[in-house]
């Protein structure tokens, strides 16, 4: 396999890797746990946060899935590209 392809999928995972931790930092936290110990567990009622959330819930899915695809590859094109393995 060409070099280029694992460039791009380290490029690819750096990207999401930053991006999969700022979109769980964004994730309201649901009470009771680390995040209302350190004052996270004040709550705003915004209008259509409901949605909000599921979009952010949705967005995080889908970079998970991408970052996981990225190690995988990873890992597949690591077993194919060093010699004995």
């Not at 791009?8 to 930053?18: A, G, Q, R």
């Not at 909000?52 to 991408?66: M, W």
């Amino acid at each position: 396999m060409p070099m280029w392809f694992a460039y791009t999928l380290i490029t690819l995972l750096v990207i999401t890797s930053i991006l999969l931790t700022l979109l769980i930092l964004l994730h309201r936290g649901k009470g009771g746990g680390m995040s209302s110990m350190f004052g996270g567990g004040v709550t705003s009622s915004l209008a259509g946060s409901s949605v909000a959330e599921k979009n952010l819930d949705r967005y995080t899915v889908l970079v998970g899935i991408v970052w996981f695809a990225c190690i995988v590859g990873l890992g597949l094109w690591m077993r194919l590209a060093l010699p004995g393995s």
